[in-house]
T-cell receptor
Framework: GAVVSQHPSWVICKSGTSVKIECRSLDFQATTMFWYRQFPKQSLMLMATSNEGSKATYEQGVEKDKFLINHASLTLSTLTVTSAHPEDSSFYIC??????????FGQGTRLTVV | QKEVEQDPGPLSVPEGAIVSLNCTYSNSAFQYFMWYRQYSRKGPELLMYTYSSGNKEDGRFTAQVDKSSKYISLFIRDSQPSDSATYLC?????????????FGSGTRLSIRP
């Protein structure tokens, strides 16, 4: 089946630095990928829709300058958390849809900002 | 009102019990209904999907959709400790590569040996 690979699986960074998270579709082309954020014991919150070759679409309340998304190829989308602060610590997950029915998720990235 | 409502639990049942997980929704445009299972610190994985109303069975799992009531259910028979996870209902109006999927808050399930 389709596989979405996300890297790194966990990262610790200092406050004020930037962190890049990669999401790759390994055996299919994904013109669209989705980025979610998940707080402990809460559901997935859609942050943005990443579109290959064009600007990402951000959900209301998500700072586009804070969470930079680049989708430069049909198999890679990246999320960069810029000037990270402790409140940005969370579990970030990407996904891509494979019609007709399934969304495949990456393994998730646990970000801890200290 | 959230588009999708799901009781967060936690729900704890003994091994072998039948588990019933439920979600309600408000958007009548939803046509695709899915259940995902998520283990701690992992990405969700698809358990079952149903298109429109009806039932679907896969081994110990049965998914039901009642569009007239805007209510979906997942039943787990002969529950096992390995079924302990968070179960997320999800739905969308269409399913293309660009379709947004709306998730419930997830129900944490624990199966006691």
């Amino acid at each position: 089946g389709a596989v979405v690979s996300q890297h790194p699986s966990w990262v610790i960074c200092k406050s004020g630095t930037s962190v890049k998270i990669e999401c790759r579709s390994l055996d299919f082309q994904a013109t669209t990928m989705f980025w979610y954020r998940q707080f402990p014991k809460q559901s997935l919150m859609l942050m943005a829709t990443s579109n290959e070759g064009s600007k990402a679409t951000y959900e209301q309340g998500v700072e586009k300058d804070k969470f930079l998304i680049n989708h430069a190829s049909l198999t890679l989308s990246t999320l960069t958390v810029t000037s990270a602060h402790p409140e940005d610590s969370s579990f970030y997950i990407c996904s891509a849809n494979v019609p007709p029915t399934e969304a495949f998720f990456g393994q998730g990235t646990r970000l801890t900002v200290v | 009102q959230k588009e999708v409502e799901q009781d967060p639990g936690p729900l704890s049942v003994p091994e072998g019990a039948i588990v019933s997980l439920n979600c309600t929704y408000s958007n009548s445009a939803f046509q695709y209904f899915m259940w995902y299972r998520q283990y701690s610190r992992k990405g969700p994985e698809l358990l079952m999907y149903t298109y429109s109303s009806g039932n679907k069975e896969d081994g110990r799992f049965t998914a039901q959709v009642d569009k007239s009531s805007k209510y979906i259910s997942l039943f787990i028979r002969d529950s096992q400790p390995s079924d302990s996870a968070t179960y997320l209902c999800a739905m969308s109006a269409a399913f293309s590569s660009a379709s947004k999927i709306i998730f419930g808050s997830g129900t944490r399930l624990s199966i006691r040996p």
